[in-house]
């Protein structure tokens, strides 16, 4: 079955700095992969989605992430955080194909921005 | 264009009561999930409903159940409710396809005393 790695339930960077959030798939053939947010006391809102077109997603608020199938990666990247970033941020796989739709998420990183 | 709508926001029940939560998704989305998010766990998937018939089902015990109806929506039953059970409900609509990623209610906080 398919799954994910968070690497870090907590992260904190400074005001402007660089957002790094690590994900890592467990998958025999290329996966769909995601990235949702959360804020508090909300649902998941989609931050952005692989799904086998450009390896380099790019997404909403600034966000992006890089595809690499040699190191079976998928990390959320922000060239300079915002105090607005602060939240939770789930990875999540899904097996390509019909009848394979199920989302399993990762553990989460909660993202902290000092300012 | 309306999203995803859960209801109610915040339930509060007895050990040994039963709780049922409603999902109503997206126009046009035919699928319905439900995942429970426990303090400290994670998301943990539930249940998925398409076209009204249970397409896959999590680790969780049989009562734990839901269905969905001719419109689409969703209610999940949770019967003898146990204290642990206490957590934010999360339910999430698509069309069938995976690449297009689920969009999220609010989510039902469950508390049990």
């Known amino acids: 079955a398919q799954s994910v790695t968070q690497l870090g339930s907590h992260v904190s960077v400074s005001e402007g700095a660089l957002v790094l959030l690590r994900c890592n798939y467990s998958?025999?053939?290329?996966?769909?992969l995601f990235w949702y947010v959360q804020y508090p006391n909300q649902g998941l809102q989609l931050l952005l989605k692989?799904?086998?077109?450009?390896?380099l997603v790019k997404g909403i608020n600034g966000f992006e992430a890089e595809f690499k199938k040699s190191e079976t990666s998928f990390h959320l990247t922000k060239p300079s955080a915002h105090m607005r970033d602060a939240a939770e941020y789930f990875c999540?796989?899904?097996?390509?194909?019909?009848?394979?739709?199920?989302?399993?998420f990762g553990t989460g990183t909660r993202l902290t921005i000092i300012p | 264009e309306a999203g995803v709508t859960q209801s109610p926001t915040h339930l509060i029940k007895t050990r040994g009561q039963q709780a049922t939560l409603r999902c109503s998704p997206i126009s046009g989305h035919t699928s319905v999930y439900w995942y429970q998010q426990a303090l400290g766990l994670g998301l943990q998937f539930l249940l998925w409903?398409?076209?009204?018939?249970?397409?896959n089902r999590g680790n969780f015990p049989p009562r734990f159940s839901g269905r969905q109806f001719p419109n689409y929506s969703s209610e999940l039953n949770v019967n003898a409710l146990e204290l642990e059970d206490s957590a934010l409900y999360l339910c999430?609509?698509?069309?069938?396809?995976?690449?297009?990623?689920?969009?999220f209610g609010s989510g039902t906080r469950l508390t049990v005393v």
């Open positions: 999540a796989v899904s097996d390509r194909g019909f009848g394979n739709e199920k989302l399993t």
């Open positions: 998958s025999s053939v290329p996966p769909y």
């Open positions: 409903y398409d076209e009204g018939e249970e397409r």
């Open positions: 999430a609509s698509s069309v069938r396809a995976a690449f297009y990623g689920y969009t």
């Open positions: 692989y799904t086998s077109a450009a390896t």
